[in-house]
């Protein structure tokens, strides 16, 4: 089992940033491509961005695109989304996930490993 652990949620003004830390333990996160998904309320949970396992491949949702970095640091067992601008359309819960594939899908079925979640609320 991989367990993961995001934090770094909190109130934002629209317009700041906010840095989202997910920590990995129980197997060899260097093997593990991650993903970032968001689910605001009362709608599906949806894709956000991916980073592959060896860290050089990203991929974005067109709504966070310029907006969001993600990346990793295996010697800390982590992975990180940095987002930029924050818009009050990005408060949602902001989960991070694990998949054993080198270029995961933008489905939730795609990956493996869940975290609990963390609350991003961004006020305009």
């Known amino acids: 089992q991989l367990q993961l652990v995001e934090s770094g949620g909190g109130l934002v003004q629209a317009g700041g940033s906010l840095r989202l830390s997910c920590a990995a333990s129980g197997r060899t996160f260097s093997r593990y491509s991650m993903g970032w998904f968001r689910q605001a309320p009362g709608k599906e949970r949806e894709f956000v961005g991916r980073i592959s396992w060896i860290g050089t491949g990203t991929y974005y949702a067109d709504s966070v695109k310029g907006r969001a970095t993600i990346s990793r640091d295996n010697a800390k067992n982590a992975v990180y989304l940095q987002m930029n601008s924050l818009k009050p359309e990005d408060t949602a819960v902001y989960y991070c996930?694990?998949?054993?594939?080198?270029?995961?899908?933008?489905?939730?079925?795609?990956?493996?490993?869940w975290g609990q979640g963390t609350q991003v609320t961004i006020s305009s």
């Open positions: 996930a694990a998949d054993l594939s080198v270029v995961p899908g933008v489905r939730t079925s795609d990956y493996e490993y």
